[in-house]
């Protein structure tokens, strides 16, 4: 599922809504981050520091550990 945040509440509640710099300039942004929901609604694995070209099967593979 992917959902807006237009307020950052759910990045802030969270804890990925941070300070970053980038050309010495400092802006809020996500930190790249991604979340598994079980379905009772907790929090079954973080992902902190993603990088795309192989978080596709981490995953995949986290959610094949899971459903065991």
């Known amino acids: ?3 807006s ?3 950052h509440a759910i990045a802030q509640a969270y804890g990925v809504w941070v300070e970053k710099k980038m ?3 400092a802006y809020m942004s996500n930190e790249r ?3 598994l929901i079980d379905p009772e609604g907790n929090v079954a ?3 902190r520091k993603v990088k795309p070209n192989k978080h596709a099967q981490q995953v995949l593979d986290a959610l094949a550990e899971l459903a065991h």
């Open 45 to 47: 694995r973080v992902f």
């Open 33 to 35: 981050t991604t979340f």
């Open 5 to 7: 945040d237009e307020d």
């Open 23 to 25: 050309f010495g300039k």
């Open 1 to 3: 599922m992917l959902a």
